[in-house]
């Protein structure tokens, strides 16, 4: 893995530390690392951070479980700051949110980047169902019926996004156009990682159509 230069603050051997997550782009936290720490998590392929309370370097995650596994290290114009592209596992705040620049309970509604986070993690799974292919998973059973099969899946599922719609527009409740879309966006995600796309790609053409 590729590690930038960077420049230590000459009082205190840090530099901060910006962890994103390489699927949403969505800032997750700040943290602060040292040249021992860079190494490690350049080395181990997961963020190790200096603890700047305890004196220490620590692991994120070593105890919570909730890792950061590296995508990408980057460093800044200056060369002073570093960027983590990373795949967490579970929330990076020690208060159990997603982000911690996330709004404290009651606050804020959160912006539309926390929704799409549960969009990455489905992703996720669906990669590593992919990979893994465990004995009765769903996903590993669509996949093995290839491109025509997932498809005809995505057909049957685009009709029943019709009928909720139609029916919500009668008077219907909204909750069954919600689990159609949902089971149609799963549907669409498959159909990706079958064919061995990501759908970064998807995003990038809603970019420009959004611009």
């Not at 290290?73 to 705040?93: E, K, N, T």
């Not at 992919?130 to 005809?152: C, F, K, M, N, Q």
Request: net charge negative; aromatic share 8%; charged share 25%.
């Amino acid at each position: 893995m590729n590690v930038p230069a960077v420049q230590f603050d000459d009082a205190t051997g840090l530099a901060p530390a910006v962890v994103q997550d390489a699927d949403t782009r969505r800032v997750l936290m700040l943290g602060y690392v040292n040249a021992e720490s860079l190494r490690l998590t350049a080395e181990t392929g997961y963020v190790h951070f200096w603890s700047r309370s305890r004196g220490e370097i620590w692991r994120k995650g070593l105890t919570s479980g909730n890792t950061f596994r590296v995508a990408e290290i980057a460093g800044d114009c200056d060369s002073d700051a570093v960027l983590f592209s990373v795949y967490p596992a579970g929330p990076a705040c020690h208060e159990g949110k997603v982000s911690c620049f996330d709004p404290p309970a009651g606050g804020a509604a959160p912006p539309l980047s926390t929704s799409l986070d549960t969009l990455a993690h489905l992703w996720r799974t669906i990669e590593q169902r992919v990979a893994e292919r465990p004995e009765g998973s769903y996903t590993v059973e669509l996949i093995s019926r290839g491109v025509d099969g997932i498809v005809r899946k995505i057909v049957e599922e685009a009709t029943e996004v019709l009928l909720a719609a139609r029916d919500h527009a009668a008077g219907g409740p909204p909750e069954r156009v919600y689990e159609e879309v949902a089971d149609l966006a799963y549907h669409l995600f498959v159909l990706l990682a079958e064919r061995g796309l990501q759908p970064q790609g998807v995003l990038d053409v809603l970019e420009i159509r959004a611009s």
